[in-house]
């Protein structure tokens, strides 16, 4: 859930395939940010990525289909998760993560464009839960680690706890519209762990 690469510029090798994947997942975030995603339209996401209509719908098949795909380019360019040496450290740094990509404008208003999809379409919901449950699940390694070390309760469930950290964060971007920043990042890493040293994270949710 740190800061997630953005998609414009980017090529994956592999020839024309690949070319055109990325110049259309880019094209999607584009359409996606200035329009949202009842306004996405897979003609004009070919016409901006210079692709033939066809191509988008048969391999796409949707708008849905197109958000599936920017998600999940996205998670697969996300870095791994911090390993500090120090639990407190890699809480920090995935804070730092996330608040680094909501002040990201690019980033900011795919998320919300996205989130907002999430809550009248299941497409875009499954996409949104798929990327998310990546990155945490990637970020709870930290934590795992951290219980190895004897620096958090035996049986701290590790995907909990990053959530923990994140949920003020968007909660501030999507709900209350309230700005945040460093302070606001550092207390909810602070708050998150402390919680955790106390066993407030052990058992089944």
Same mark, same amino acid.
């Given at each position: %859930?740190?800061?997630?690469?953005?998609?414009?510029?980017?090529?994956?090798? @592999?020839?024309?395939?690949?070319?055109? &994947?990325?110049?259309?997942?880019? !094209?999607?975030?584009?359409?996606?940010? $200035?329009?949202?995603?009842?306004?996405?339209? %897979?003609?004009?996401?070919?016409?901006?990525?210079?692709?033939? $209509?066809?191509?988008?719908?048969?391999?796409?098949?949707?708008?849905?289909?197109?958000?599936?795909?920017? %998600? /999940?380019?996205?998670?697969?360019?996300?870095?791994?998760?911090?390993? /500090?040496? /120090? *639990?407190?450290?890699?809480?920090? =740094?995935?804070? !730092?993560?996330?608040?680094?990509?909501? +002040? #990201?404008?690019?980033?900011?208003?795919?998320?919300?464009?996205?989130?907002?999809? !999430?809550?009248?379409?299941?497409?875009?919901? /499954?996409?949104?839960?798929?990327?998310?449950?990546? &990155? *945490?699940?990637?970020?709870? $390694? =930290?934590?795992?680690?951290?219980?190895?070390?004897?620096?958090?309760?035996?049986?701290? #469930? @590790?995907?909990?706890?990053?959530?923990?950290?994140?949920?003020?964060?968007?909660?501030?971007?999507?709900?209350?519209?309230?700005?945040? #920043?460093?302070?606001?990042?550092?207390? !909810?890493?602070? +708050?998150?762990?402390?919680?955790?040293?106390?066993?407030?994270?052990?058992?089944?949710?």
């Amino acid at each position: %859930m740190e800061q997630e690469s953005r998609l414009a510029g980017t090529v994956r090798p @592999g020839g024309r395939t690949a070319r055109v &994947r990325s110049a259309v997942l880019e !094209a999607t975030q584009d359409e996606l940010v $200035k329009h949202g995603f009842h306004g996405l339209s %897979m003609d004009a996401v070919a016409a901006r990525a210079g692709v033939g $209509k066809t191509t988008v719908y048969r391999r796409w098949g949707s708008a849905a289909g197109l958000v599936t795909g920017l %998600m /999940t380019e996205l998670a697969d360019q996300s870095a791994s998760h911090a390993d /500090t040496g /120090t *639990i407190e450290g890699d809480l920090r =740094a995935n804070a !730092a993560g996330v608040l680094a990509a909501l +002040r #990201d404008e690019r980033l900011s208003a795919t998320f919300q464009a996205v989130i907002a999809a !999430a809550t009248c379409d299941e497409e875009a919901a /499954t996409a949104l839960r798929a990327f998310y449950a990546r &990155r *945490i699940d990637e970020w709870a $390694k =930290a934590v795992d680690l951290a219980v190895e070390r004897g620096e958090l309760p035996a049986g701290t #469930d @590790g995907r909990e706890l990053i959530r923990a950290v994140s949920a003020p964060l968007y909660y501030r971007l999507v709900v209350t519209r309230e700005p945040v #920043d460093e302070t606001v990042a550092t207390l !909810a890493a602070t +708050r998150a762990l402390a919680a955790a040293r106390a066993g407030a994270f052990v058992g089944e949710v």
